[in-house]
């Protein structure tokens, strides 16, 4: 069994959390309450050192004036807290959108959509079997079809009849099975969180496991 | 019927007193279970492994304390196959938190490494602004006016391995450990906009959302959960034959006890449910 105090420590604040599972009680919210504290004490400081210090004090101290004119756009965000005055807010709100939405968008839509689009369109040589072995042929046709038939779910500007009804009826399959994708790796992600804690009291507190 | 309506309203703290002996035992009696590399996994550890000489690994720690138990053993694994191949490492984070998971780390490897030294084999780089796409831009341009310092507060210039190491044209891969969707950022910013070899570790729940990525290779090579590090370390043994305690292995066999617990669960739930609606 250890006997570093810290590792006390961290099983106490483990089982304060395990407790919840029992029913809610002060040892959780207490425990709770502790982590976004301790979370926000652990940013301040490096948020200043990193980022205030060497960005903004750093520079002024050097002369470079020009800083001061972010800095006030910066503190117009404060802005919202004088209902008279919150407008103002609203200057460097449009100046961050504007930023970010011109840094992103061209970017986004060529990583998420475009090349996206080019990675389902079919090839000669994708159902080629002299270049392509004959299991991937198989795989590149059903995500073709997933992809057509899922985005034709979508489109509701035709009513989901006839033949668009059987298609949307494929493309609601391959979204059932996406969904029960995302919720098998969810399972196992929450899992692996669970064994991490359990890995931590069998090894680090009691030394029981290597 | 008096079972059937027992099992259909059973407390719910009964699946986790059972969850956790699923976990425990394993544990105390390890099965063994064998572990297969998926084509994601090994396309990394080659694309880490042919690292050329003069570039180096970029690893970005962009996750906190919440999903340590999928993501840190990817990071003490990573680490551990470029300081035996004598690879040059960068690490980071975009996360604040992810700066003093990242030194952990470090720490760690180097008990077994400890001929390693800052600036020569390793550079670590810290957290510099929140704004995460801007960093990775940044990195595109020039690394060293992105990071004038290094997390000791030594200046990049002055570090021997980063006087050759200007962008990502001298990264081989910059791997992504992410909780989030920092992965994405990376696609978008690094491997879009500069054309950087990218790769991710990611949870579990983020896993699913990465394929397409890996079809169209903007991502080369994908470690998801717990299953994609204990892949890793398996390759890592096997390959340079490091003999270290393997975390994510470890976990394994707990992982599947409680796959097949959940599974049988969701059978016998269902078979519940269709039996009560039948006799109603």
Aim: hydrophobic share 50%; proline share 5%; net charge positive.
């Amino acid at each position: 069994m250890s006997h570093d105090p810290w590792i006390w420590i961290a099983v106490f604040f483990t089982f304060c959390i395990f407790s919840f599972l029992y029913k809610d009680n002060p040892f959780y919210r207490f425990a709770e309450h502790l982590l976004i504290g301790v979370a926000l004490g652990y940013q301040l400081p490096i948020f200043w050192k990193n980022v205030v210090g060497p960005k903004v004090i750093l520079p002024l101290q050097n002369h470079e004036y020009w800083l001061i004119i972010p800095l006030c756009l910066g503190f117009l965000w404060l802005a919202r807290l004088i209902p008279k005055y919150a407008w103002l807010s609203r200057w460097p709100m449009a100046f961050s959108l504007g930023t970010g939405a011109g840094i992103a968008i061209p970017l986004s839509l060529q990583a998420s959509v475009f090349r996206q689009m080019q990675g389902t369109m079919l090839t000669k040589a994708m159902l080629s079997p002299s270049i392509t072995p004959v299991i991937h042929i198989i795989g590149n046709i059903v995500m073709f079809v997933g992809v057509i038939t899922t985005l034709i779910y979508f489109y509701f500007s035709v009513k989901h009849v006839g033949a668009v009804g059987k298609v949307a009826r494929v493309g609601i399959w391959y979204i059932m099975l996406a969904f029960g994708a995302t919720f098998g790796y969810t399972v196992m992600a929450r899992v692996s969180l669970l064994i991490g804690r359990f890995q931590f009291l069998l090894h680090d507190w009691l030394g029981v496991i290597d | 019927m008096n079972l059937l309506n027992k099992f259909m309203n059973m407390d719910r703290r009964w699946i986790y007193i059972i969850t956790t002996i699923c976990v425990i035992v394993p544990f105390i009696k390890p099965i063994g279970l064998p572990t297969y590399t998926t084509p994601p996994v090994k396309n990394l550890y080659d694309k880490v492994d042919n690292t050329p000489d003069g570039q180096a690994v970029l690893i970005s720690l962009d996750f906190d304390a919440s999903t340590l138990p999928e993501l840190y053993p990817m990071a003490v694994t990573i680490l551990k196959h470029c300081f035996e191949k004598n690879i040059k490492v960068i690490i980071t984070s975009l996360y604040i938190q992810g700066v003093g998971i990242a030194q952990i780390a470090l720490e760690d490897v180097k008990r077994e490494f400890p001929d390693k030294k800052e600036g020569i084999d390793y550079t670590f780089l810290p957290f510099v602004i929140p704004q995460l796409s801007l960093v990775i831009l940044g990195m595109g341009e020039d690394i060293h006016k992105t990071f004038p310092k290094d997390y000791y507060g030594t200046s990049i210039d002055s570090l021997p391995m980063m006087k050759e190491i200007r962008n990502f044209d001298q990264i081989s891969v910059a791997i992504s450990l992410a909780a989030g969707a920092v992965s994405r950022s990376w696609i978008t910013y690094a491997n879009q906009r500069y054309g950087a070899s990218v790769a991710a570790g990611v949870t579990a729940v983020m896993a699913a959302e990465n394929y397409p990525f890996l079809q169209t290779k903007q991502l080369i090579g994908m470690l998801g959960g717990l299953k994609g590090a204990a892949e890793y370390e398996t390759l890592v043994e096997k390959k340079l034959n490091i003999k270290t305690r393997k975390a994510a292995c470890i976990g394994m066999d707990a992982q599947s006890a409680v796959h097949i617990m959940m599974i049988v669960f969701i059978i016998l739930g269902n078979i519940a449910y269709f039996v009560a609606r039948r006799k109603k």
